[in-house]
């Protein structure tokens, strides 16, 4: 996959959409500086249809909400998930049509669905109007009409990603779209059709690379003391997560939660990342006998799994593989077990509709996959974008509840804790209600006739599907969290986690780790990538106290500059149940070379290693290790007492350079600026490191033990 390529793609498409939008706008007499009449019946002249100012009126309604540059850029994005979607789509033959709308079957930008026009069978195509368009010439007007059909026609299946006929967004798609330079164009020429091929992780990178410069944007309005917005979270904390790592958190916390009640050497075999249980004592080794025989009990439809943060989807989507392999191995139809998944198994939530909207697409894709009739057995996944509840009206709350005491609590509770929840998303904390009573009441309506039915159906139904599953616990949940100090966060966010979260309030990240330990049931798996601030810093002390309580079946500490796009640490823990291993893992260009340190709690440590290509950070990873198996939060310090005991187990002869460079034979320190040099943008850990270091000098007298 050409990565830069989709990302000088996706960075140009973004402002050449937004130019696009506006300009179309502008055509509708709708611009920054204004928008006229709201019920104009015609802009410089020309007259416009019904359907054209009840377009505009709705456009006009939602620029007085939100804004008018929001609205442009919300709009932008909009086709550009639906023009990625419709690509990944054609490719693959996914289409149920099986015609190309971008492209011919060379790859060229010629549409076969342009060749095909009088011979296409869609859902609502009025071959009249088609056959009007090719008598006249009018090739740019038909291949409009032919692309808004197009997406009309799986709305039913993929509503999220499509919506119907007649929106503003219809309005507002670009002129020009044949050109050889327009945004159709250049996606077709400047990605490699390779790289679309069942390869869903491509919408995620796409969807990174879009919101580049609107990130760039939000991190320099910070350093002019602007708080982030809500509509600026989900750009300035979200990333794409690496394949690798999605796959070692998904296999170590979904596939151990099977693999300990259904052992099987062939799934075990095929997950490149699992890693193996470690030796226990046997007082422990007891319990987990137990857990076992519990896990025994677990069928395949029953396992739930959460990514309260999913962005573009893309461990949904491993989530997905991985339980298909579950399903086939308990002997289900492929196809049968698609269907499941999607009804069963997964769930997924997000505050930004654009990354909802490419999850849904990317686990929809994935099912795609398995079934070839998927897209046309109405079947939805359980994957939302978080709603608000600010623009429910209070007749809308009293015709759902009709003065039922019981419903009006429920429903009352669930519109007051979902106010103004895109500031908050997942880390909401919901009482819980009745849902079954609630779904019932809208199974009513939908047989009403009511004026109100629409508003209940069309905006309370969805804040009560989100809210539920907010309120759920999970066998499994996996997350890469967004990441945003207090310093960045708005007054609402602000005040709610210092309300909510006060151990974990310094950083969205660790607000995380607590919401998500709160999500997973009882001897369910909690499976993270996060910051590894909260290891050492003074204001998570709290906060590792609380994780002290909770126990670690793993963990990979990456080290500063691990990855391109990010530094990060992984962190993998399971509730109840004993600590088990430390991991340390790094990734190169092709491979990630694994350390791995079998630990207890009782100060003993044995070493297995595998040592290739890769140069690990040895200080920074050492250090870290010593630490957490040590002395764990004990304000960065070493128990000297607990090293010496663990130093005639410790395996350690690759550290030489280790002792002969940072360890040397004098009392200053004063070559410290090699390890600044490779922790520069750590500074904010950089004085911790280095009275660890000298902390650490005192091992040169138990030098030999450790060689020994």
């Known amino acids: 996959m050409n990565k830069s390529k989709i990302q000088k793609f996706a960075m140009w498409a973004r402002t050449e959409l937004i130019t696009q939008v506006k300009q179309r706008a502008y055509q509708y007499g709708i611009g920054e500086a204004g928008f006229g009449d709201t019920s104009a019946e015609a802009i410089s002249g020309r007259l416009l249809t019904a359907e054209e100012r009840t377009q505009r009126e709705e456009l006009i309604r939602l620029v007085k909400k939100k804004g008018y540059n929001q609205v442009m850029e919300e709009v932008a994005y909009t086709w550009f998930n639906r023009f990625i979607a419709l690509r990944f ?46 008598e006249n010439s009018e090739t740019e007007a038909l291949y409009r009409y032919l692309l808004l059909t197009q997406c009309n026609a799986l709305n039913e299946a993929l509503p999220m990603m499509f919506e119907r006929m007649g929106g503003y967004t219809e309005m507002l798609l670009p002129n020009n779209i044949l050109r050889p330079d327009s945004v159709l164009a250049r996606l077709i020429a400047d990605i490699d059709e390779q790289d679309w091929t069942d390869q869903v992780q491509i919408i995620g990178w796409l969807y990174q690379y879009y919101n580049t410069e609107l990130k760039d944007d939000t991190f320099a309005q910070l350093k002019k003391n602007v708080k982030i917005a809500k509509e600026r979270i989900p750009a300035a904390t979200q990333l794409f997560t690496p394949d690798w790592i999605v796959r070692y958190m998904v296999e170590n916390s979904l596939g151990r939660l099977w693999l300990e009640g259904h052992p099987n050497a062939e799934l075990h075999d095929g997950w490149k990342y699992y890693l193996d249980e470690a030796k226990q004592e046997p007082e422990v080794e007891e319990q987990l006998v137990g857990l076992r025989e519990e896990y025994k009990t677990i069928k395949p439809e029953e396992i739930k799994v959460i990514d309260p943060c ?62 070839r009739r998927l897209l046309t057995r109405g079947i939805q996944p359980n994957i939302y974008s978080i709603c608000e509840s600010n623009g429910i009206s209070a007749m809308t709350i009293e015709y759902f509840h009709k003065n039922d005491p019981k419903l009006k609590a429920d429903i009352e509770s669930i519109v007051t804790e979902m106010r103004d929840a895109k500031e908050y998303g997942s880390i909401l904390n919901i009482t819980p209600v009745d849902f079954a009573g609630l779904y019932a009441r809208f199974d009513e309506i939908r047989e009403d006739i009511d004026m109100m039915q629409k508003p209940a159906l069309d905006e309370l139904l969805p804040v009560v599907k989100c809210t539920e599953v907010l309120a759920q616990k999970y066998d499994v949940v996996v997350t890469n969290p967004p990441y945003m100090g207090s310093s960045g966060m708005n007054p609402l966010l602000t005040n709610y986690v210092k309300t909510n979260y006060p151990d974990s309030k310094s950083d969205l990240f660790a607000c995380f780790i607590e919401r998500c330990g709160q999500m997973a049931k009882k001897n369910g798996y909690q499976a993270m990538i996060t910051q590894h601030a909260w290891m050492f810093l003074s204001s998570f002390e709290k906060l590792r106290t609380k ?97 010496s005991k663990m130093s005639g187990k410790l395996l ?57």
């Open 89 to 134: 789509m054609e490719v693959n033959n996914y289409l149920p049509s099986h015609i190309r709308v971008f492209s011919d079957a060379s790859g060229a930008f010629k549409p076969e669905i342009l060749r095909d026009a009088l011979h296409l069978e869609l859902p609502g195509l009025n071959h009249a109007k088609v056959a009007e368009y090719i």
């Open 310 to 371: 999913m962005g573009s989807g893309h461990i949904l989507v491993y989530a997905f593989d991985v339980l298909m392999q579950i399903y086939t191995s308990a002997g289900w139809d492929q196809r049968e077990a698609a269907q499941s998944i999607l009804k069963n198994n997964l769930f997924g939530l997000d505050i930004d509709d654009r990354a909802a909207q490419l999850a849904f697409f990317a686990v929809m894709m994935k099912a795609r996959q398995y079934d």
């Open 547 to 643: 994780l002290l309580t909770v126990d670690i079946v793993n963990m990979a500490h990456l080290g500063a500059r691990a990855f391109v796009q990010f530094n990060k640490e992984l962190q993998l823990r399971k509730t109840e149940r004993t600590l088990t291993s430390y991991l340390q893992l790094r990734e190169s260009a092709k491979d990630a070379d694994v350390i791995i340190s079998n630990a207890t709690a009782n100060g003993k440590l044995d070493t297995n290693y595998h040592l290739g290509k890769t140069a690990f950070r040895i200080v920074y990873s050492y250090l870290n290790a010593l630490e957490r198996v040590a002395c764990g939060v004990n304000e960065g310090l070493y128990d000297m007492d607990v090293i």
């Open 652 to 708: 350690i002869s690759q550290y030489d350079s280790f002792f002969n460079v940072f360890i040397p034979n004098r009392k200053n320190f004063s070559e410290r600026s090699s390890i600044q040099d490779e922790y520069n943008d750590e500074n904010d850990y950089f004085n911790e490191y280095i009275t660890m270091i000298e902390h650490l000098k005192k091992l040169e007298a138990i030098k030999g033990a450790h060689h020994a």
